[in-house]
């Protein structure tokens, strides 16, 4: 949980200062910060992934499964603390940016709630679940390492990369950037449900035991 | 059976069971199995050792018993319910051999965590700081707590419901011989009249705090019998000293080693205080004939 706590702060701490320096130039935060804010976004879904994998190791996970409670049921409460941490990060980073905005006078235009609406939110919770549950199945089929040979040390990628693959698709054909965002939004959406329906068959309870 | 009670209601309103069968189980990792057709069944309160040496399956029992791990064959009944149904579960409690405490909370958060997963209530866990003497720690965070204390935090959660059947995975390994005793006692006052399941590898221990005892051997049940028919076994340490000594003279010898049978490792440090007081110089002082080894043989 400490990790889980740390993670969030200094997600939160970055996001607000880089949402403010864009807020402070403009059009940059509409243009460049509400596209960024994704990638910070996954820092609340490694959050989610770091608190199952410090629990797993800690046997805290093995006496709720004793309990009764499903993997299905530990990975959602995961996914839930992940979109929690989100929703703090994107909240701080979108009121910073647009403080500082409105603060240096530049006019609200309707292209920052689209963008907001299309892209920022969407993909930052699917991201941010993605790498949750990437994290959490990957974790869970191994045994606790530290530091970057960890599934955790490479996990901002699984979330790092959709985004970044999908921005440069849609800003090189610019004129269907909306659709394709929707549309790469929509296929991360299908694998992430998949994932999640394959979630006893992927981590069956023996996955959350602590190492003997 | 589905949905019916389990067991009788004690005189404070609470179920409790009155059976544990394992029948015919197998059970393991993946497609391991490690547990071979294990059968026997527990019908009184008491504490029951299961006792083995480490990889004889004792935790994978516990693990199943416990409804973690689903059976390959066989089945595991409370009270002739599957463990698989919820009403059986919520009979046992399991303490693993980790203390399932998170490092980042206070003593305090961990057992209201745990009491909310438990259904119980903040007076439940003010009632267990007290019981476990663990209320000065209220405040302290897990990672700070010395092995004892965890260990005392960690039990402490097993007690916030009163269950029928405890399972108690190795409750006093790695703890220093002081601590253990204690938390044997704290145990033992806290587990009356409930069927326990306590593991060890240790049969000094056992003998402490056991009625019966399980012993398995390489996956499968070896023994199931009341402690006192466990036959005696010797426990015989070999003194090396420094320096020859005439203190030792009537002292069997064994190689380097002067022999002397004890009744239990509990009198080494005695036995060592006693030589330093005579002046004996001691070099190792060391276990030679393990009883344990009679036990699984």
Not at chain 1, 6 to 35: D, E, K, Q
Not at chain 1, 40 to 61: E, H, I, Q
Not at chain 1, 189 to 210: A, Q
Not at chain 2, 73 to 82: K, R
Request: glycine share 10%; proline share 5%; charged share 20%.
């Amino acid at each position: 949980m400490v990790v889980g706590r740390v993670s969030l702060l200094v997600g939160a701490g970055m996001v607000v200062l880089y949402s403010a320096a864009f807020g402070y130039g403009g059009p940059l935060f509409v243009n460049i910060g509400t596209v960024v804010l994704p990638i910070f976004a996954v820092s609340g879904g490694l959050g989610g992934a770091l608190l199952f994998s410090n629990d797993r190791m800690k046997g805290v996970l093995e006496y709720l499964v004793a309990y009764g409670l499903s993997p299905r049921r530990i990975l959602a409460n995961a996914l839930l603390a992940g979109v929690v941490q989100v929703t703090l990060v994107l909240g701080v980073g979108v009121a910073a940016g647009l403080t500082t905005y409105l603060l240096r006078g530049y006019p609200l235009t309707l292209r920052l709630p689209e963008v907001l609406l299309v892209y920022t939110f969407p993909m930052s919770y699917l991201t941010s679940s993605l790498t949750t549950t990437v994290g959490v199945f990957w974790t869970s089929l191994s045994s606790p390492r530290a530091g970057l040979n960890s599934p955790i040390g490479v996990l901002p990628l699984i979330g790092v990369l959709p985004t970044a693959a999908l921005l440069i698709v849609a800003l090189t054909l610019g004129s269907y950037a909306t659709q394709i965002l929707l549309g790469g939004e929509l296929i991360i959406f299908v694998v992430l449900l998949s994932l999640l329906v394959r979630t006893d068959r992927l981590m069956p309870p023996e996955r959350l035991l602590s190492p003997a | 059976m589905l949905g019916s009670p389990v067991g009788r209601v004690d005189e404070v309103g609470h179920d409790r069971p009155t059976s544990l069968t394992c029948r015919s189980l197998a059970s393991g990792y993946e497609k391991k199995e490690v547990l071979h057709d294990v059968t026997f069944t527990i019908d009184e309160p008491s504490i029951y050792v299961v006792l083995g040496p480490n990889g004889a399956g004792k935790t994978t029992l516990f693990r199943t018993i416990a409804g973690i791990l689903r059976p390959m064959e066989g089945e595991v009944l409370i009270d002739g319910v599957p463990i698989d149904r919820q009403s059986a579960r919520d009979h046992l409690h399991y303490l693993s051999h980790t203390d399932g405490m998170p490092d980042g909370l206070t003593v305090r958060e961990s057992l209201d965590f745990y009491a909310r997963v438990e259904r119980a209530t903040s007076t439940d866990v003010d009632r267990v700081l007290d019981q476990l003497e663990i209320r000065e720690l209220e405040n302290a965070y897990i990672s700070k707590l010395s092995a004892g204390q965890r260990k005392r935090a960690s039990i402490a959660r097993v007690f916030l419901r009163e269950r029928g059947i405890y399972l108690l995975d190795e409750p006093t390994t790695s703890l220093d011989p002081k601590v253990a005793r204690e938390i044997r006692s704290l145990i033992l006052d806290l587990s009356r009249d409930r069927i326990v399941l306590y593991s060890s590898h240790n049969l000094f221990e056992a003998r402490e705090i056991g009625r019966y005892v399980i012993t398995l051997k390489g996956g499968g049940l070896t023994l199931f019998d009341k402690m006192e028919n466990v036959r005696a076994a010797h426990y015989v340490v070999g003194v090396r000293t420094l320096e020859a000594t005439a203190a030792l003279g009537g002292w069997e010898r064994k190689g380097d080693y002067y022999l002397r049978e004890l009744s239990g490792p509990d009198q080494v440090p005695g036995l060592i205080q006693d030589l330093e007081a005579r002046g004996v110089r001691l070099r190792e002082v060391r276990e030679m004939e393990n009883p344990l080894e009679d036990l699984f043989s």
